[in-house]
T-cell receptor, first 112, second 115 residues
């Protein structure tokens, strides 16, 4: 089955700096890669996703890049703000599979 | 929250007792999922459903059963709760199409403690 590894497990940045979280996946047939943000006491919230026919996708301060050859994808947050502080999860879904496999999460702390 | 309601939100139960968690959706989505979340493990799939009475196992299904008698409700049952099942449980739905390559949205979670 699919295996997703996520790094780093914790990340602390100063407000206004950029943050990058990286994930690798094992199943070369995986073709859907979402990112979730989870705030304390809440369920994961989808913030951006990318499909395997696209190399990069951007939504305001958030971008995701995908390298299918290397089987890794990354979340980039620019101009970080204190409200970006949360746990972020990457996930992957293989072709023909019905559920997501998640990374172990990154706790991002943005220092004011 | 894509119209997902989980109940209860918190529960404490004793080892060996049965427990049922409920996920209710209001938007008639076909695909529903149960995940558990534990520190250091992200979210792991327990069971999922692709229609009324159609369910399948995920990667951590031992000790759990599910039922879906109506489109809107997906129940997760711990037949005999153990301390290792202390966790936060999330229900999710897939929006659109065949459930493949479609966005998944999560409920608010149920915190279960087995003592």
């Amino acid at each position: 089955g699919e295996n997703v590894e996520q790094h780093p497990s914790t990340l602390s940045v100063q407000e206004g700096d950029s943050a990058v979280i990286k994930c690798t996946y094992s199943d070369s047939a995986s073709n859907y890669f979402p990112w979730y943000k989870q705030e304390l006491g809440k369920g994961p919230q989808l913030i951006i996703d990318i499909r395997s026919n696209v190399g990069e996708k951007k939504d305001q301060r958030i971008a995701v890049t995908l390298n299918k050859t290397a089987k890794h994808f990354s979340l980039h947050i620019t101009e970080t703000q204190p409200e970006d502080s949360a746990v972020y999860f990457c996930a992957a879904r293989g072709a023909g599979r019905r559920a997501l496999t998640f990374g172990s999460g990154t706790r991002l702390q943005v220092q004011p | 929250d894509a119209g997902i309601t989980q109940s209860p939100r918190h529960k404490v139960t004793e080892t060996g007792t049965p427990v049922t968690l409920r996920c209710h959706q209001t938007e008639n989505h076909r695909y529903m999922y149960w995940y558990r979340q534990d520190p250091g493990h992200g979210l792991r799939l327990i069971h999922y459903s692709y229609g009324v009475k159609d369910t399948d196992k995920g990667e951590v299904s031992d000790g759990y059963s599910v039922s879906r008698s109506k489109t809107e409700d997906f129940l997760l049952t711990l037949e005999s709760a153990t301390s290792s099942q202390t966790s936060v449980y999330f229900c999710a739905i897939s929006v659109g199409g065949q459930g493949l390559n479609t966005e998944a949205f999560f409920g608010q979670g149920t915190r279960l403690t087995v003592v």
